[in-house]
């Protein structure tokens, strides 16, 4: 079928749709002229933080563990014992991305947003200012953090070469319309992110757009009249008279204060954007962290030893070989020093975005440190201050931190109801930000920890959400979220959250008599006035790790125990939340009843392999070793009966209707890399 659609929308939907998706809709469309605006709209935003966010230039854990769309970048892999390939570098990926510009001028003005990773140079600013002239985005986020002597890569854009006249870099700014910046509440330690803001801020006078995200590294030891009084005080100071919209990437809860500030600064902006998914995240305080060991921990700690050792011997030979004070002939090890500057404080926060973990439900956004207010904290040394509102700095600062979720939501509908001249609305969702997770049912229900668990004090417990601040999310941030009741199929599980222990001590989950309807029953009625205020039920089932058995009962391999498990009503303790239920998603293993047969086996029908490429033009494949392609033809011999002989397909079930109990083997000791190929995730709406 023909692409339906004409080359205007088509460039619409792919801007929107991103780069992924215009890459992928350019390979599909083969020589279609549609293809050709697909691939110019892949350069529309070459790189965004999450491309960088911290990450060694030079860092090839993606090489080696990063499984890729495109399968000769699954792994890395080596040519003629020479050239390793695999997935590139943060550097291999710019080197590259400057020199398709520089051989192909034309697709210059194709980038209009763009993102500098912190350990780019004066020289690489320099370029994206000359060559890229057509930018009305810059992503300044992921901005170096100095070192112990006060140094950092981006010292020389703050100076004259760069922004000094006759600099193409201040045409630039000035014709930005949406600038990134660090978050500056801190500067007594973070000098660079202010120095974005009283420098390069101050020059971008056609700015509409300000996007504040948190550091990579936090700082516990923020001033709270920083925390408050900063952030609006600076952008309204240095932001142009344009500037009309904020986006905060970032946890600041102390909505009310920054609404004033602006107002008080003489600041335009009356349009405030959140990621309402990423701080619902915070949410509940006090989650369980996991002890498993990570393959990044492993790998990390292997490295940093091997080059320890590395050092060691060098050490040992120069002594055999030099006197004590002869200077060292030997090469020096490659260990990383503490005090080496912001590679080393970026590395110990930095994480690659392809280790996030959907089916680890211990993980959360990362809280940020609200500061607390004490005696030592004069207001007189704060510039943005005003000494008569020390009583909304304290209030301020208590609900930068609220300990439950019901309280965060309704802080922020008391925000916008108190301030109707600002209006909220939500940003796109980073799934890297954790801002798509499921949500526990009970964070629907928690109280805060000064609440008494007796069932007379519930309702003078609850902190007033009500059907009015449902609608509010609904109409003002469009909130769909997802409940993740995987942990109260069964309520007896001893595997609950910790953060919800007070629900389980007032409901008796505990106790073998329970059967969950209490707490259900709480649950159904917040799940009924979020269906009234016009946001849909969605349920999920089956978000487990890879490495855990996807049974709900059965295991542990009991005979016994597995005799009375069929016999007893099935019910998942959803009876009070069926009726309420818009879409229920089930994520399950496609093995899963396992084959007794072949209880380690894969079968080929889920695991398809694409076609090698360099086979079907007829040129030699340079992955020999890694990939074995098929023969283009069918065996030649031929018999009496005059056909070819070709294997016949045998198709295994993918899952069998079998009712004897699945093998214990094949529940646990599956290797992680062969399971990981065939479990997948699949939805089922009703």
Not at 422 to 449: G, R, T, Y
Not at 593 to 611: A, D, L, M, N, Q
Request: glycine content about 4%; proline content about 8%; aromatic content about 10%.
């Amino acid at each position: 079928m023909p692409w339906p659609l004409p080359n205007r929308v088509t460039k619409t939907i792919c801007i929107v749709a991103g780069r992924d998706a215009s890459s992928a809709l350019c390979i599909a469309l083969g020589k279609h002229t549609a293809a050709s605006v697909a691939h110019e709209t892949t350069y529309h935003e070459p790189f965004t933080y999450w491309d960088w966010h911290g990450v060694h230039p030079d860092d090839t854990y993606a090489r080696e563990w990063k499984r890729q769309r495109i399968w000769e970048h699954q792994r890395s892999f080596t040519v003629d014992g020479l050239h390793v390939l695999g997935y590139p570098t943060s550097r291999e990926r710019w080197i590259r991305f400057q020199e398709s510009m520089e051989s192909h001028p034309t697709r210059r003005k194709w980038v209009k947003r763009i993102a500098v990773a912190h350990w780019m140079g004066s020289e690489d600013l320099l370029w994206i200012a000359k060559n890229l002239s057509e930018l009305i985005a810059l992503d300044l986020s992921d901005a170096p953090i100095v070192d112990t002597y006060g140094q950092h890569t981006w010292t020389a854009f703050f100076g004259p070469a760069i922004l000094g006249p006759p600099a193409v870099a201040s045409k630039l700014l000035g014709e930005l319309e949406w600038l990134g910046l660090p978050d500056f509440c801190n500067h007594h330690h973070d000098d660079v992110a202010s120095q974005l803001v009283t420098v390069v801020l101050g020059h971008c006078s056609s700015l509409l757009t300000l996007s504040i995200r948190s550091r990579q590294s936090s700082d516990d030891n923020t001033n709270p009249h920083d925390y408050v009084c900063k952030l609006p005080s600076m952008i309204a100071s240095y932001g142009s008279l344009k500037l009309e919209r904020l986006e905060l990437r970032l946890p600041f809860l102390c909505l009310e204060a920054l609404m004033a500030g602006l107002v008080k600064g003489g600041s335009e902006i009356r349009h405030i954007g959140i990621d309402l998914g990423a701080w619902i995240q915070l949410h509940p305080k006090g989650k369980k962290a996991t002890n498993d060991l990570k393959e990044s921990d492993v790998r990390k700690a292997a490295r940093s030893a091997a080059k320890k050792q590395r050092f060691d011997i060098y050490e040992d030979a120069h002594k055999e070989r030099f006197p004590a004070e002869e200077r060292r002939r030997l090469p020096e090890s490659q260990i990383e020093s503490h005090t080496a500057g912001h590679t080393w404080l970026y590395s110990k926060n930095a994480k690659h975005a392809f280790e996030n973990d959907f089916y680890n439900t211990d993980r959360q956004s990362m809280s940020p440190p609200v500061p607390v207010l004490t005696k030592d904290h004069d207001a007189a040394g704060c510039e943005y201050f005003d000494q008569d509102r020390v009583d909304d700095l304290k209030r301020s600062l208590s609900e930068a931190d609220p300990s439950t979720l019901p309280e965060m939501l309704d802080d922020l509908h008391r925000a916008a109801r108190n301030n109707p001249n600002f209006k909220l609305f939500a940003l796109e969702p980073e799934w890297q930000e954790n801002s798509i997770d499921p949500l526990h049912p009970f964070a629907l229900i928690q109280q805060p920890a000064s609440a008494t668990s007796s069932p007379a004090s519930r309702k003078s417990a609850a902190p007033g959400l009500n059907q009015d601040v449902y609608e509010w999310l609904n109409k003002t941030l469009k909130w769909r979220p997802v409940f993740d009741w995987d942990s109260l199929v069964r309520c007896k599980d001893p595997g609950h959250d910790k953060a919800y222990q007070q629900l389980w001590n007032r409901y008796g989950l505990d106790s073998s008599l329970s059967t969950c309807q209490d707490a259900n029953a709480e649950i159904a009625e917040q799940l009924q006035l979020l269906r009234s205020a016009g946001i849909p039920i969605h349920i999920l089932f089956g978000r487990r790790h890879t490495d855990t058995s996807s049974l709900y009962w059965g295991w542990p391999c009991d005979d016994n125990a597995w005799s009375k498990w069929l016999a007893a009503p099935f019910s998942a303790n959803i009876g009070l939340i069926a009726p309420l239920v818009d879409t229920l998603s089930i994520m399950y293993d496609l093995r899963d009843p396992i084959e007794p047969s072949s209880p380690f086996g894969v079968s080929s029908s889920t695991c398809p392999r694409p076609v090698c490429p360099w086979a079907r033009v007829k040129k030699t494949c340079p992955y020999k070793i890694q990939w074995n392609p098929a023969p283009i033809s069918p065996r030649g011999q031929k018999l009496a009966n005059k056909h070819l002989l070709r294997t016949p397909p045998v198709s295994k079930p993918l899952a069998p209707h079998i009712h004897t109990l699945p093998l214990p083997e094949s529940a646990c000791c599956c290797d992680f890399q062969a399971r990981s190929s065939w479990l997948a995730p699949f939805l089922v709406h009703i």
